[in-house]
């Protein structure tokens, strides 16, 4: 459901961030009480500059607002160069933990399962980064396995979630390589697995695979479109660990929230700069 627009929005200025990754693009738009009253979310495509400008429109519409209200807007991600509204840019792992912090003030470990990489980034309680990693370029982990699993099945990608949630006999895989697990997934398959047990498995394969990149604290975050769409995978991750994971309201829209954060930040900035 969409927010409703802001209450005196005439008189609220609005700050925008804008999230670039590989494979979607975000906007979101927050008032000066630092509500989230506009958003959108679209694939990326190849024109990452087009396809921002329709993001921030889509969101306007449904702030019912106009760009001119806009007083700054700050871009993160892979793309963030190519987005021609912003003023200014941020690292998509700054922006994260923002926008993490944001919604959890604590120290926490922020797991961000995206299209084409993930990211562990750790925070104090005061916000201040303390570490973050990476994966390797490797695909597996990642949103594209999963999408490239869900075409070797010819299973809707939408439809992966819930068979995983119908699966009483797990199938694990033995290999993380994209290439290898598609292979396996095919002898299993031939081997009479259900197709259920065997998206369980790629499921799972996903979560150990980030677990591997670094410890988690006490307070996990988990953020990413791969978590917005597959909240089994955060149930999953739960009974791996041990303890209940923590969810952003809007888990893909962590990094342009953080970077909308950001915007508002250095308005504030200068503004105090002018009254000294």
């Known amino acids: 459901m969409s927010p409703p627009p802001a209450k005196n929005a005439e008189a609220s200025p609005?700050?925008?961030?804008?999230?670039?990754?590989?494979?979607?693009?975000?906007?979101?738009?927050?008032?000066?009480?630092l509500n989230l009253i506009g958003y959108d979310v679209r694939k990326s495509g190849t024109d990452f500059s087009l396809t921002a400008d329709a993001c921030l429109k889509r969101a306007l519409g449904m702030a019912g607002?106009?760009?001119?209200?806009?007083?700054?807007?700050?871009?993160?991600?892979?793309?963030?160069?190519n987005v021609a509204f912003s003023r200014e840019t941020r690292t998509e792992i700054g922006c994260h933990g923002k926008g993490c912090y944001h919604y959890f003030p604590r120290a926490v470990t922020i797991i961000d399962i995206g299209g084409q990489d993930n990211k562990i980034i750790k925070l104090d309680d005061g916000g201040r980064r303390l570490s973050f990693k990476m994966n390797r370029k490797c695909?597996?982990?990642t949103g594209a396995f999963l999408e490239e699993m869900s075409a070797?099945?010819?299973i809707p990608l939408e439809d992966m979630d819930g068979l995983a949630r119908k699966s009483n006999d797990m199938v694990k895989l033995g290999s993380f390589c994209t290439v290898f697990s598609a292979t396996e997934v095919l002898e299993n398959i031939r081997g009479g697995k259900k197709i259920e047990d065997i998206v369980k498995g790629l499921f799972y394969s996903v979560i150990k695979r980030v677990l591997e990149m670094d410890s988690m604290t006490e307070n996990v975050v988990m953020t990413g479109g791969v978590v917005?769409?597959?909240?089994?995978?955060?149930?999953?991750?739960?009974?791996?660990?041990?303890?209940?994971?923590?969810?952003?309201?809007?888990?893909?829209?962590?990094?342009?929230?953080?970077?909308?954060?950001?915007?508002?930040?250095?308005?504030?900035?200068g503004a105090a700069e002018e009254n000294n």
Not at 71 to 77: F, P
Not at 259 to 265: D, N, P, T, V
């Open 139 to 141: 695909a597996a982990g």
């Open 65 to 81: 607002r106009k760009s001119e209200d806009v007083v700054h807007t700050i871009s993160t991600g892979y793309g963030r160069k």
């Open 152 to 154: 070797r099945l010819d």
């Open 228 to 269: 917005a769409h597959n909240p089994y995978l955060v149930q999953m991750t739960e009974e791996q660990i041990g303890r209940p994971v923590l969810i952003p309201p809007h888990p893909q829209l962590t990094g342009a929230v953080g970077a909308a954060l950001y915007a508002l930040e250095a308005v504030q900035a």
């Open 14 to 33: 609005l700050f925008v961030g804008v999230d670039v990754g590989s494979s979607r693009t975000k906007v979101a738009i927050l008032d000066a009480a």
